[in-house]
């Protein structure tokens, strides 16, 4: 009769340790697999949704939309890397709203005391930058009432009505500040000027500030509202030419600048599909 060795308490104690060490790694296993499921499942939908609500606003290349929804997270993890990112630079321009109306108010209450055209003018330009353009107007008009030595005033506030659609009240301003130099703000205010001239039934005289500051200037807005006058002209095909240049300007622009000019090539995406309705 086969004899059973004597139990050994330690060698019992050490396999009891091991087993509940066993279980208790598997409990611990399958809760972070279920864990990590949870973390993953719900950190790609919310990942997903940045992505989809940055290409809302944004609006880069098409593709990028089948990448998020095909690719889920890491299709949109990849999308946030390339495009979410660099546009983080972008923020600095957000950020600046802050300070800039907190010296908006300091200005108001300087105003009170110190009621000078240079202190009108540096809250007009806070109201220009903030796109409050009838405030800006205002300012300017107090600036310029205390002193009229200066085209910058009367530009601003020409830029203030162009904003705001007064065409007619734009005109003397902005002839003001070509006047005094006909290349002022790097061409931007001839090119304002012809717009202005367009939109107040004087398309002869926009046609000739349009040709000098399109071959000087590459500006988007300039292009845009240049064709807004051939478009109203009727001259579609030449309207057409000038609205494609503002998208083949991409081509060649770094990743920074075609950002900054999105809010354009989607206007010039949209001018294109109404010319493309009106030449039928």
Not at 145 to 170: K, Q, W
Request: one cysteine or more; charged letters at 25%.
């Amino acid at each position: 009769m086969a004899r059973h060795p004597p139990p050994n308490p330690v060698e019992d104690s050490i396999r009891g340790k091991i087993a509940a060490l066993n279980g208790a790694c598997y409990i611990l296993a399958s809760s972070m697999g279920s864990l990590l499921f949870f973390v993953f499942s719900w950190w790609g939908f919310l990942l997903q949704g940045i992505a989809i609500v940055h290409f809302i606003r944004r609006r880069p290349d098409t593709y990028w939309l089948f990448i998020i929804l095909i690719g889920g997270w890491l299709g949109a993890l990849v999308y946030i890397a390339v495009e979410v990112a660099p546009d983080a630079g972008l923020l600095r321009t957000s950020f600046q709203v802050f300070p800039r109306r907190k010296r908006i108010r300091e200005l108001e209450l300087a105003i009170l005391d110190n009621p000078s055209a240079g202190n009108y003018e540096e809250l007009g330009l806070l109201h220009l930058d903030d796109g409050n353009f009838s405030r800006a107007r205002a300012c300017y008009d107090k600036a310029i009432c205390a002193r009229t030595d200066s085209p910058d005033p009367f530009y601003r506030r020409g830029i203030a009505e162009v904003e705001l659609e007064d065409f007619a009240a734009a005109v003397p301003d902005l002839e003001r500040a070509v006047a005094a130099d006909p290349k002022y703000d790097f061409y931007r205010a001839p090119a304002l000027l012809a717009h202005a001239y367009a939109n107040t039934g004087q398309p002869e005289r926009a046609e000739i500030l349009f040709q000098q500051a399109t071959k000087i200037s590459t500006m988007s807005e300039t292009y845009y509202n240049y064709a807004l006058l051939l478009q109203a002209q009727g001259r579609i095909a030449e309207a057409r030419q000038w609205t494609q240049k503002i998208l083949h300007k991409r081509r060649n622009m770094p990743g920074y600048l075609r950002r900054r000019e999105r809010p354009w090539f989607r206007k010039a995406y949209a001018l294109l599909a109404r010319l493309s309705v009106q030449s039928k």
